[in-house]
């Protein structure tokens, strides 16, 4: 079976087939420079949402210095530097035009690892992701892909279910809920596959705090991500609402039409019979009235033509 005429040749499956494991082969090499999946738990992913969104980072390392952690604040706004889109293509421009091309390539290195961890929460997109990951012998990376994705799609469930029940607010808690849901399963499992504690998410972030509970930056790193939750959920429940909506207002546009007004009908026969009134007035009547009040005339007229002819 061929696909096509391409470059003057019937390309083949044999043609196919060795492009995609050309592709394949790409793909690998240059993942392999890459940080390594599996050193970005959910936990460092979250940190990473805490360093590189704009004004997010900025609060973060003024929290940092009013609790008198300068360190943490000025590590903050590095890893700003070197995740935020934009910034961070800046960033590598200057380092290059200051003739350090290495520091330009770890730049870009961070913001790429950056990147693939916010792919990774992403559903659908994740699970494909893992899959391909998978396929290419990174078991870590498929790992990370597939616990974010399918987090995501437990702070989604939540918020659906939350809203339903609470409105906004059901959703917001239904959402981190949801996702601390998701982080306890995900613990329990990879912790029994790994033989050893291996916590994630909320668990990991508390689990952190524990250890070091003077740490601003972890505290702020954990509000973040209840308030990413929270936010994720209830715009679930705003999605579901607006198609709610929407279905109601079809179902109302698209209702059978009015039936035609009753015509109107000047009958003084009509008038007699039906309202006891000699007068000649305009009457709404509907179609089955109107046939019997014309039987009626037709029968009077027949009976006042058979007196005549009998006369």
């Not at 770890?106 to 494909?128: D, M, S």
């Not at 668990?203 to 003077?214: L, R």
């Not at 109302?252 to 019979?273: A, G, V």
Request: aromatic share 6%.
């Amino acid at each position: 079976m061929g696909f096509g005429h391409i470059g003057g040749r019937d390309c083949t499956n044999s043609d196919v087939s060795a492009f995609l494991v050309r592709i394949c082969s790409t793909i690998k090499r240059f993942t392999k420079q890459l940080p390594a999946c599996s050193n970005l738990s959910s936990n460092s992913l979250d940190k990473a949402m805490s360093d590189w969104l704009p004004g997010v980072s900025q609060l973060k390392s003024a929290i940092q210095l009013l609790c008198g952690d300068a360190e943490g604040a000025k590590k903050t706004q590095e890893n700003f530097s070197r995740q935020c889109p934009v910034v961070s293509q800046l960033r590598s421009t200057i380092e290059l035009a200051n003739g350090d091309a290495t520091a330009a390539l770890q730049t870009q290195k961070e913001f790429l690892a950056t990147v693939n961890e916010v792919a990774n929460q992403v559903p659908i997109v994740g699970h494909v992701k893992g899959m391909v990951h998978y396929a290419m012998g990174d078991n870590d990376g498929g790992d990370n892909a597939m616990k974010s994705s399918s987090r995501t799609v437990g702070v989604l469930a939540g918020g659906a279910g939350g809203g339903f029940v609470g409105g906004p607010v059901g959703a917001i808690v239904g959402g981190i809920k949801g996702g601390l849901i998701m982080d306890g399963v995900t613990t329990a499992v990879d912790s029994r596959i790994h033989g050893h504690y291996r916590p994630t998410g909320y668990i990991e972030q508390f689990h952190e705090i524990k250890k070091d509970p003077t740490n601003s930056g972890l505290w702020f790193d954990t509000a973040v991500s209840g308030v990413l939750d929270g936010w994720t959920g209830l715009g679930e429940h705003a999605n579901n609402s607006t198609k709610l909506k929407d279905k109601r207002n079809k179902v109302i546009y698209q209702s059978p039409p009015i039936s035609e007004e009753p015509r109107e009908i000047k009958s003084n026969l009509y008038n007699r019979k039906f309202t006891g009134s000699d007068s000649i007035t305009d009457v709404k009547i509907d179609d089955d009235t109107d046939n019997i009040a014309a039987s009626i005339v037709g029968i009077g007229t027949g009976a006042v033509a058979v007196l005549a002819l009998n006369k």
